[in-house]
């Protein structure tokens, strides 16, 4: 097994392997240089590239600058940021199909890198969408660099709309009293916002899930990644749980962000389950999802739009397979407010059930 990056040990473990004697475990002692990073051989995968987003990914660096208590980048990076060559990264462009990802984990934490790339890319003509900093939004001309690069999508922490939290959290260059004006920005350059959240943090009571909703949809943000709090071990943030005697839940399979593996400081952990699971059902609920997309044609654009509507309806997919519902901690349904409910969600049922064929396993064709 290999912990950590394979570039420089990966050799030698398929020569162990071949003589039979491989070990158990094999870590670098040092970061490598990413200078010696091997473009992938996508040929090789042709029959499955149609199912899998990831196989048109490129990597322009790794790591993170930004040092966030809950951030499995930092803990598995440390607080560092190294780049690829760039003459590496624009030899692979060129070979790549027009529309991919960057799976950067912050595709402007090296601005005058990331503007020498998106300057080289523009003649390019690619559409590509990204992880970024929503520090983005404050540096006008990088931008609009990106637009002309090709971005169409980014995804954003923003993590939550209390200041509290985000200083709690070492995130405070979020600043949430400029979120709205920051991310009509981005949308004003025809990128879409795809917003991660994070749910039970030690600011948030049962009201911070309708007021999440409210703020998504006064920020017209395109698609949501709604994370249930989850120390995860090797970060601060785990640290401070286990110190404090919070945690809750020690089955791993359960720290996939939906389940509630802590004790939330403001409510209970069963409010904030089905709190979690009332917004994310609300936010993909298929009135909302429909809105987006005329929306997104409308300021965004045809390609901004469709990218807005498989994301929004493989969330939606991911939704009803695991039967998420839900209830708002802060209001009690009545009685009239249920069936309305179960009849609205039933409406929404039988119209993915018309269009199954084509909804099939969104996801694959992401
Ligand atoms: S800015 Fe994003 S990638 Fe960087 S440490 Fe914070 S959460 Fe992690």
Known sequence: MVVGEAEGLWPGVLEDIERGQARGIYRSAAPPDLAGTPVPRRDLLRNTARRYATVHAVQTGRGCTHKCRFCS???????????????????????????????????????PYARRLFHAMIPMQKRWISQCSLEIADDPELLDL??????????????????????????????????????????????????AIIVGLD????????RTLRFLQRCRIDALQLAVLTPLPG?????????????????WEHYDYRHVVIRPRRMSPRELQ?????LYRQFYRWDRVALRMLRATAALG?????????????????????????RNPARPDSIAARIVR???????????????????????EL
């Open 274 to 278: 089905d709190g979690a699971d009332w």
């Open 235 to 251: 970060t601060p943030l785990y640290d401070d749980f286990e110190a404090a005697g919070r945690i809750l839940d020690r089955d």
């Open 302 to 326: 045809p390609v901004a739009a469709w990218l807005i509507w498989k994301l929004n309806r493989t969330y939606r997919y991911d939704n009803r397979r695991e039967r998420i519902v839900g």
């Open 342 to 364: 179960r009849l609205w969600d039933a409406l929404g049922d039988a119209h993915d059930r018309m269009t199954r064929n084509r909804v099939g396993r969104p996801a694959d």
């Open 146 to 195: 990106a637009r002309r690069a090709g971005c169409r999508g980014l995804f954003i922490g923003i993590e939550t709309i209390s200041q509290g939290n985000l200083t709690a959290l070492e995130k405070g260059f979020n600043d949430s009293h400029g979120y709205a004006r920051r991310l009509r920005r981005i949308r004003r350059a025809g990128i879409g916002v795809q917003a």
């Open 203 to 210: 600011r948030d009571d049962v009201t911070v899930f309708e």
């Open 73 to 111: 980048i930092t803990a598995f990076f440390g607080a560092s940021h190294r780049v690829r060559p760039l003459e590496n990264v624009l030899a692979e462009l060129h070979d790549s199909p027009r529309n991919f990802m960057f799976v950067d984990d912050n595709i402007i934490a090296d601005r």
